[in-house]
């Protein structure tokens, strides 16, 4: 077979030699950068011609290498190869630019003269978008060039578009996330731990922990139907009308407040495709009762005393997501709700139904109830004291797909009060810290914890106590709130002040020269040597430090 067969095409009576007022009947002008490349000059010369007239900026090579050369370097919209070519081929030339980075996105058309069916599949095998066989016809080229010009270009348009909403989605899920964070909240009753992880960049899950003036906390998980921005927006939206209707309704209970919002979120959401599952509970320190509300929403999970309590009862009370689309607008009444005890050594457990759905990626078999038995366990790990991530981590080191969907965990621990072994408000003045750091000693020596333990503990208070009064920014009648409770052979000290904020792993990881050693760091040494975890957080106007000691010798 010729090897020029281009040549042959161009001085037949078929193909005359291109014209300008030849081209002009052709197509509409193309627009765009081209790269030829054959190994004989007289192909390469009417390619250019043909393409140039129409409106293609083009740029020729006459072997393999140089093109891969300028392909890396023009970067064209648009790649016209030659299969048969000496030293490098088209086909191995069209695999070398599919593996560059820099180049794997160039459409490449084959021009071959072979007509078998295997070398055509062996062309796009390979990532040739498309072929002409030779010899072409000029309508035919041009028109199969422009057909691929538009698709690139319509493509880079679609990667641009593509690159932006993705630097907004995630500008947007960084927005939400701190929206919805996973601080944890301590109150004398209570601890609350959290977990969120939507599955996109943004999430319809939407929680929170809200503490009333009068000693109260309200907390609720939610879950928007469906996936995506419309779902996130409304869960966000969701959050800041909880909020406002919380302390507007607290004083009525949860079903009233459900009542405020399935009215806004009715009248706001004008689409029946989008409601709200919602779990709400409110916790009263002095009836140490929780009045929960259940819009549709799964139950939660009581291990009380090591056992899974039966929550059948929430399946004959509660009603319908928050904005279900049909109903009177205020659908719940007190008789919808469920009070559970706070009787202490108690965990509570809401969530988003992405756990319980998650599929293990070996059976496809749902989570279901096997999370029930997972949290029986976590809750039994005092050295682990977010629950809820610990829930998550071994959900999904088990083998179950929580990526595939939202996932939210919020678990609540209420606190044994013979585990509380001492707790006070200590006012800023180093002797009376002193004195407490003495009684936390002796406090935790009574449970069992070994004397060195013990001691060390001791300068942990003494430490963060000393630090507060020297440097923590507090006034002379301001005190703070210290918690120490005992679990095992594990000790855990809270401690929550309304001083200065302090960037804890700027300080740690600073070089402690000797002005500053002098200042703080030596405490700072102290205290992040003596601790097994230490957790600092800044809440609203108060900072939270929750450290973890762990006796060695108490098995």
């Known amino acids: 077979m010729d090897k020029n067969p281009w040549v042959i095409c161009s001085m037949s009576s078929d193909h005359p030699p291109i014209t300008e007022q030849a081209t002009s009947r052709l197509v509409q002008p193309l627009s765009g950068r081209v790269l030829v490349v054959d190994d004989e000059l007289p192909n390469r ?3 250019r011609k043909l393409l140039e007239a129409r409106g293609c900026e083009v740029f020729d090579a006459d072997d393999g290498l140089t093109g891969m050369m300028l392909a890396a370097s023009k970067v064209p919209d648009l790649i016209l190869v030659d299969v048969i070519m000496p030293d490098m081929d088209g086909f191995e030339l069209c695999d070398k630019l599919r593996s560059e980075p820099r180049t794997a996105g160039i459409p490449v058309i084959m021009v071959t ?10 062309g796009f095998e390979l990532g040739a978008m498309d072929y002409i066989r030779k010899p072409f016809n000029p309508r035919e080229l041009v028109l199969r060039v422009g057909n691929a010009l538009a698709l690139k270009k319509s493509n880079d348009e679609l990667t641009v578009w593509n690159n932006r909403v993705s630097r907004d989605l995630e500008l947007a899920g960084s927005i939400q996330r701190s929206l919805f964070s996973d601080i944890p909240h301590f109150s004398r009753r209570f601890e609350v731990r959290s977990a969120y992880r939507p599955c996109m960049d943004v999430g319809g899950d939407a929680f929170d922990i809200i503490a009333l003036p009068d000693g109260r906390h309200v907390i609720y998980v939610a879950d928007v139907s469906g996936h995506g921005v419309a779902p996130a927006m409304i869960s966000s939206l969701l959050k800041a009308t909880a909020s406002e209707m919380i302390h507007r309704y607290a004083d009525r209970g949860p079903a009233e407040i459900c009542n405020a919002l399935n009215v806004v979120f009715r009248r706001r959401i004008d689409n029946p495709s989008y409601y709200a599952t919602m779990f709400m509970a409110v916790h009263n320190p002095d009836t140490l009762e929780w009045r929960c509300m259940n819009c549709g929403h799964p139950n939660p999970i009581l291990i009380d005393d090591g056992k899974v309590m039966d929550l059948s009862r929430f399946n004959q009370k509660g009603g319908a997501p928050i904005g279900f689309p049909f109903g009177a607008e205020r659908p719940y009444s ?4 469920v009070v559970l005890k706070d009787e202490g050594n108690s965990y509570l457990l809401l969530y988003t139904d992405g756990l319980v759905e998650a599929r293990h990626r070996d059976s496809n078999e749902e989570c279901g109830n096997h999370m029930e038995t997972v949290y029986r366990e976590v809750v039994h790990q005092p050295d682990a004291p977010n629950k809820a991530v610990k829930l998550l981590n071994e959900l999904d080191a088990q083998g179950y797909d929580i990526a595939a969907d939202d996932c939210t965990a919020i678990s609540i621990q209420m606190l044994d009060p013979g585990k509380i072994v001492l707790e006070q408000t200590v006012p800023r003045n180093i002797y009376l810290v002193s004195d ?8 935790i020596i009574s449970q069992g914890i070994s004397p060195d333990t013990a001691a060390m503990l001791r300068l942990l ?7 507060l009064v020297d ?5 002379e009648k301001d005190s703070f709130w210290l918690q120490i409770r005992v679990d095992g052979n594990v000790c855990q000290v809270v401690l929550r002040d309304e001083g200065k904020e302090w960037d804890l792993e700027e300080a740690l990881n600073r070089e402690l020269d000797e002005t500053y050693m002098g200042e703080r760091g030596r405490g700072l040494a102290i205290t992040h040597t003596i601790t097994e975890r230490i957790e600092r957080y ?5 900072n939270l430090t ?8 108490r098995d």
């Open 45 to 47: 010369l009417y390619l």
């Open 113 to 122: 003269a072979k007509s078998k069916i295997e070398d055509i599949e062996t």
């Open 334 to 337: 007190e008789l919808d709700e």
């Open 436 to 443: 407490t750091a003495r009684q936390a000693e002796s406090a």
């Open 461 to 467: 208070v003494m430490e963060l106590g000393a630090n």
């Open 471 to 475: 440097h923590g920014g507090l006034a």
């Open 538 to 542: 800044r809440v609203q106007k108060q």
């Open 546 to 553: 929750y450290c973890t000691i762990v006796d060695e010798e």
